[in-house]
């Protein structure tokens, strides 16, 4: 297993911003995609943005041109800075990474324990 430390939720008015930021706590010996999700209770977790080992980003619809995910590969740390937060992003957002703990194990699915931000307006 692979803790993912994920920190920066909180409550914030509607139009400000937001970092979140998320932190293997362990040895890890490989990391492929890594991204966040978000979900709002009682619907489905959806993709918010992901970002590949060379840097190569995806983002939903909805926050393109508002949200930016980055990483830093020397650190396995993953960021995702949020700005112009509308209510309807309120969600409990989740760190995900696709890697491996050792050479030898398979490439898995790690979640981080989620982290809420309240956008109000």
């Known amino acids: 297993q692979v803790p993912l430390v994920e920190s920066g939720g909180g409550s914030v008015e509607a139009g400000g911003s937001l970092r979140l930021s998320c932190a293997t706590s362990?040895?890890?010996?490989?990391?492929?995609?890594m991204g966040w999700y978000r979900q709002v209770a009682g619907k489905q977790r959806e993709l918010v943005a992901s970002i590949a080992p060379g840097g190569r980003t995806n983002a939903a619809n909805s926050v393109k041109g508002r949200f930016t995910i980055s990483r830093d590969n020397a650190e396995n740390t993953m960021y995702l800075q949020m700005n112009s937060l509308k209510p309807e992003d309120t969600a409990v957002y989740f760190c995900?990474?696709?890697?491996?703990?050792?050479?030898?194990?398979?490439?898995?699915?790690?979640w981080g324990q989620g982290t809420q931000v309240t956008v109000f307006s």
């Open positions: 362990g040895n890890i010996f490989g990391i492929n995609v």
């Open positions: 995900y990474l696709y890697g491996k703990v050792t050479r030898d194990s398979p490439w898995s699915d790690y």
